[in-house]
């Protein structure tokens, strides 16, 4: 994670200014100035933890002089009891960074978790699991390095990275010849070298996006397994393809089997179960 990043800086900026606004007065109010403390991050539940560096960002912008002690690795396996991190210094520092570090790390860690239990579930297979933009409005790029953290691979981070062009797209383009063309068009006269991506229904849409020969991904959505198998066929290595729509942790071998180079998981990043983590004085 780039903390560089002028986005990453203002989400950041964002997160401190809403949490904090003009000052804590619980700890200013109850604890003399200058108390020194430490704490430790207790983890509470068993899953693969995520968020440490962006942890030690945020304590570092709140006080350089806090000494953050990591103890646990990033994407590790961790269980009830493990320790991930320490941190010594000004208690109204630690305070103050406490609820934000918990709230970024225990959201991407619970991501993280979700897709490892995923990914090993189609180890073995040619199949890679995919993110979607089912995201955070703002916190895309937190969440979707929480992905990569637990072996999944990022899909396109937004609508500027990658021409996706599903349904609605292919409906009010007048179909998908139409729209795969013009699309195509349009990129060479803006000077774009994007790939183009195209989402079909059924196996005749499959052979139409085929047939323009323009297209770099082919998305099956909502097909089933065997479906998929005929899909698959149907393209032949001429491009890349994708399983999408419904898939869950009951049914993804099942599809990975079928051959298909990508499987997406809007689940991964929209209905996540945060792992349980908290800062402990100790």
């Not at 003009?22 to 200058?34: A, K, R, V």
């Not at 945020?58 to 646990?72: C, K, T």
């Not at 292919?170 to 195209?198: F, H, M, Q």
């Not at 066929?233 to 079928?258: D, F, P």
Request: aromatic content about 6%; charged content about 25%.
């Amino acid at each position: 994670m780039d903390f560089k990043d002028p986005f990453v800086v203002q989400l950041i900026d964002l997160a401190i200014a809403e949490d904090i606004g003009d000052g804590d007065h619980s700890s200013l109010g109850s604890i003399p100035e200058g108390t020194q403390g430490q704490a430790r991050l207790l983890v509470k539940d068993e899953g693969v933890l995520c968020g440490i560096p962006l942890a030690k960002h945020i304590m570092e912008r709140m006080d350089s002089e806090v000494a953050f002690n990591q103890l646990i690795e990033e994407g590790a396996e961790v269980k009830f009891g493990d320790i991930a991190f320490t941190v010594k210094g000004s208690v109204h520092s630690i305070l103050q960074a406490e609820r934000l570090m918990l709230n970024f790390m225990q959201r991407m860690s619970g991501i993280a978790t979700v897709t490892k239990r995923l990914v090993d579930k189609i180890e073995g297979t040619n199949a890679k699991l995919l993110d979607t933009r089912k995201t955070t409005p703002g916190l895309r790029t937190f969440e979707k390095y929480a992905v990569k953290v637990g072996g999944g691979v990022n899909h396109r981070f937004a609508l500027w990275d990658m021409v996706m062009l599903k349904d609605n797209h292919n409906d009010y383009a007048g179909g998908i010849t139409k729209g795969v063309k013009r699309t195509k068009e349009y990129l060479e006269a803006k000077g774009k070298n994007l790939k183009i991506e195209v989402e079909t229904r059924n196996l005749e849409e499959v052979q139409e996006a085929m047939d323009t020969g323009l297209v770099d991904r082919i998305m099956f959505d909502n097909f089933s397994p065997e479906q998929m198998v005929e899909g698959v066929k149907l393209v032949n290595g001429q491009c890349e393809t994708e399983a999408s729509g419904g898939i869950t942790g009951k049914t993804i071998r099942s599809y990975a089997e079928t051959g298909v180079d990508y499987i997406s998981v809007g689940a991964l990043t929209h209905s996540v179960k945060s792992l349980d983590l908290s800062l402990k004085e100790f």
